[in-house]
């Protein structure tokens, strides 16, 4: 049977996972192999834990820890856990005794290690069957089912699932949240690597006329601060998920999402006073892939620049959007002849070809992550242009913005312009601050528009611009996503429907 796109995609990737957690030389200390040097901090007296006779009743608390422990091999010293891999007699021993329990607490735990699998499917399987009594085909389906019906979870279950990632890789053990503090660790899913995607902690930019590696059609997200504009291209940003730069004399950091169908901009200052640095946790939350801060470890969300998980969540700390057009390379340079955008040499070796990056996502139809349900009021791959306007959170479908090319309503006290310059040239929000625009005209650099009063006002990334009085109207903070990714980031967002 041939697999749909989607599943070969994550086949490969957790199978260069599995190879490099079972070889040398993939940043893993020790050979995967070598027999433990130290005994793990679990016994399993005699052949098998003892076993209830009725299936759904309840173990104590302490042989459900005891089985969850045997299953990944928990060490005290997570890095060691690596040693029982490929699993063995004790791991097999132990889902044995979780199939024989019927103890609904393990259903979540088991799905995790099947959407993991290190070696583990079949048994994993055979125990989540019986300790649940439902079958579904894949693990993405096993996640959509308890995260719509949850079922009850084991005493310690962060630790646990940080300690089952830490076989991935060893910092997820401090990236799942112990205890509630924002997303619950249930609905983080592991996202297919680990935490050493290497970002663009400094960006290297050229002057987009010096630019020779771009087509005119090529995807870029263009910001401009204090007159200084900057472009990142879809095909660099979507290999290191974080861009760290600073234009107009502010330090900026974008963060390229590529479940979300889109990037944001952000000023690096957080509403603590604080400047972070940014990595990918390679966590997803509703098909949202995470990020998070070296400096606490929290976990971020792309899309609403917050704080969701960690210690900052607690604090609700936040980042100060800004805005961030979507557009063609073509549209941006024409534009901004002499503005800055990444250089290709940026000091990693990836195929920065046009959607190399994106091959695993696109086409789908659906998130290519679990998520627990969808906002009917659009398909879900619908890409949308978000904005705040007053306190009330609107999208906006950007094909019917890029027809229509002038939108112009008032929410929340907020009069807001919506300006295109065509399909597939990007949408660009501005608070009109109750002035009314009626036509829109020109190309390129010199596209503007019009007020009812007959004034000519240019525009571009950051404000809109009288050409006789030199009045000004602010670009308002937007960006491009999917609709479920905007709809799950601000659930409680209105839609304009043309």
């Known amino acids: 049977m041939r697999l749909p796109g ?41 052949a098998s834990t003892p076993r209830p006779e009725a299936a759904g009743s309840l173990l104590p608390a302490a042989e459900v820890e005891q089985a969850l422990r045997s299953v990944i091999c928990w060490y005290e010293d997570a890095s060691k856990a690596r040693a029982c891999l490929p699993p063995g007699e ?114 290297r930019t050229i002057r987009a006329n010096e630019e020779r590696y771009l087509a005119a059609t090529d995807v870029v997200f263009g910001v401009r601060v204090n007159g200084d504009s900057h472009a990142y291209p879809e095909r660099v940003l979507s290999w290191h998920g974080v861009a760290q730069d600073r234009a107009g004399g502010v330090d900026v950091v974008v963060f390229h999402c590529v479940p979300c169908g889109g990037a944001a ?49 607690a604090k609700d700390v936040s980042l100060t959007a800004l805005p961030t057009a979507r557009t063609s390379w073509g549209e941006w340079k024409d534009r901004y002849p ?11 070796v990836r195929d920065y070809a046009e959607g190399a990056a994106l091959r695993g996502e696109g086409g789908l139809e659906r998130p290519q992550f679990p998520i627990a349900s ?60 109750g002035t009314r625009f009626d036509r829109l005209g020109g190309s390129g650099a010199a596209l503007e528009v019009s007020d009812r009063d007959g004034g000519r006002w240019f525009l571009d990334d950051e404000r809109l611009l009288n050409s006789r009085n030199g009045r000004a109207r602010p670009a308002l903070p937007a960006a491009q996503f999917w609709w479920f990714a905007w709809a799950g980031a601000h659930p409680d967002t209105t839609v304009w429907k043309p």
């Open 374 to 433: 969808l906002d009917p009021r659009m398909p879900a791959k619908t890409r949308v242009i978000g904005v705040n306007l007053g306190g009330v959170w609107r999208a906006y479908p950007v094909d019917a913005i890029e027809q229509a090319r002038l939108v112009q309503e008032t929410v929340a006290g907020v009069t807001v312009v919506l300006v295109s310059a065509g399909p597939g040239k990007g949408v660009l929000a501005y608070d009109a601050q």
């Open 338 to 348: 002499t503005g800055a955008v990444l250089a290709l040499d940026t000091g990693f």
């Open 265 to 313: 901009a952000y000023r690096r200052t957080a509403s603590d006073g604080k400047a972070y640095t940014f990595g990918v946790a390679n966590l997803v939350a509703e098909s949202r892939r995470l990020v998070f801060d070296t400096e606490t470890l929290s976990l971020w969300d792309p899309v609403s620049g917050r704080a969701i998980a960690g210690p900052l969540a």
């Open 90 to 203: 004790t791991t097999f021993r132990a889902l044995d005794s979780i199939a024989a329990s019927g103890d609904r607490r393990f259903i979540t735990p088991l799905v995790d290690m099947l959407w993991l699998d290190l070696g583990w499917e079949r048994p994993v399987r055979e125990a989540l069957e019986r300790v649940s009594g439902e079958r579904y085909a894949t693990a993405a389906e096993w996640y959509t089912a308890i995260q719509r019906d949850p079922p009850p979870l084991p005493e310690g279950y962060g630790e646990w699932k940080g300690r089952l990632l830490s076989l991935v890789d060893t910092r997820f053990l401090n990236l799942i949240p112990k205890e509630a503090s924002g997303v619950p660790p249930e609905r983080l899913v592991w996202g297919l690597g680990d935490t050493r995607t290497p970002t663009l902690e400094s960006a």
């Open 6 to 46: 989607a599943c070969r995609s994550r086949a490969f990737v957790r199978g260069l996972v599995v190879a490099c957690v079972f070889a040398t030389g993939c940043g893993f200390a020790g050979d995967a192999r070598a027999i433990p040097t130290e005994e793990a901090v679990f016994r399993l007296g005699g």
